[in-house]
């Protein structure tokens, strides 16, 4: 039982709101958004009504705050896993080099927006400032191994070109 009455001319009602609910409604959001100004987290109702109208670029100026909190996290985290995976490497026997708990690698905080990111890439190697190394490599590609995909596959066309060459020299 959730509630037990034992006066048998007790009544049970609702007690109406004495006074304006909107203030009340407009306290608890300002008091939610303060919340997550103080912690320096991104409140989704400040930005649901803009949800396809902001680049990366404005979601970066909009949560700078946010972003420049969530690096100093990565910092710390990455330090204590870092700490954490390096004791229980020692506490299960191994030492020295063995003991190496590796390194901590982030994603982006941000999706990434592909067509933004390849335009802005296409931009800087059109003015001289990057090479096709290392835009590959800005996008995730292994350069060696691509660079012989494709010339394989340059290698493959030619044969394929030539072939229909002499096939049609030979009226076939």
Do not use: H
């Not at 039982?1 to 049970?12: Q, T």
């Not at 909190?69 to 063995?98: E, H, I, M, P, W």
């Not at 059109?126 to 191994?145: C, F, M, P």
Request: negative net charge; proline residues 2%.
């Amino acid at each position: 039982r959730a509630l037990e009455i034992s006066d048998p001319n007790a009544k049970l009602g609702i007690l109406q709101p004495s006074g304006d609910l909107d203030s009340s409604r407009q306290f608890a959001n300002d008091l939610r958004r303060d919340i997550f100004d103080i912690a320096g987290c991104v409140d989704s109702e400040t930005v649901k009504d803009k949800v396809g109208a902001l680049t990366n670029f404005g979601l970066r100026v909009l949560f700078k705050n946010e972003l420049a909190k969530n690096a100093t996290k990565q910092l710390l985290y990455g330090d204590l896993l870092l700490n954490v995976n390096n004791r229980l490497l020692q506490l299960s026997g191994f030492s020295g080099a063995d003991a190496d708990p590796g390194k901590v690698q982030f994603g982006e905080a941000l999706p990434v927006d592909d067509v933004e990111q390849v335009t802005t890439l296409e931009k800087e190697k059109a003015l001289g400032i990057r090479s096709n190394e290392s835009l590959a490599k800005e996008r995730g590609i292994d350069w060696k191994t691509e660079q012989e995909r494709l010339a394989s596959e340059k290698a493959a066309s030619n044969t394929l070109g030539g072939d229909m060459i002499r096939n049609f020299l030979a009226g076939r």
